[in-house]
């Protein structure tokens, strides 16, 4: 009965092969432009990186506007909820779990305490059981033999 959502894929987060594409050609080799990159993370200006690694500006500016920024949003990691279901949320991961894994998690436990509790109000009321699981809930992503 448990709830599994489907993970993202492999390759997901990548840079697409079209923006590669697209990007212009540097002409560094990936070791200089990761020291580069290494070196304007603590601070320095591009012309002192040129300067400092003995290569030209052009080519370093280059290499220093294809940096990945960190975004106050990450695109997989964002929930549509108030600020308050969103920290509750992220108090709920455990470590560093992927955040679509703390969401199954806890989908997964109100799924077990809704049908818990319907078995109860059944058996209260004399009537028959109810099924494990609740309806309306399965389709893809869904996994019923938990």
């Not at 448990?2 to 070791?31: V, Y």
């Not at 998690?105 to 099924?131: S, T």
């Amino acid at each position: 009965m448990a709830f599994k959502g489907k993970p993202p894929g492999t390759g997901s987060g990548e840079m697409s092969r079209t923006s590669k594409a697209l990007r212009p050609n540097i002409a560094l080799t990936e070791q200089e432009a990761r020291k580069a990159r290494a070196l304007r993370r603590q601070g320095e200006a591009p012309p002192a990186i040129a300067a400092k690694l003995g290569l030209p500006l052009e080519e370093v500016e280059k290499a220093l506007l294809q940096m990945r920024s960190p975004r106050p949003e990450t695109t997989r990691g964002t929930l549509n909820v108030t600020l308050a279901a969103h920290r509750f949320v992220m108090s709920e991961r455990q470590g560093d779990e992927p955040l679509w894994q703390t969401m199954d998690r806890l989908l997964d436990e109100l799924i077990r305490r809704r049908a818990d509790a319907a078995k109860r109000a059944a058996a209260r009321r004399g009537g028959q059981p109810v099924d494990d699981w609740l309806p309306g809930l399965e389709g893809p992503g869904l996994d019923r033999s938990g």
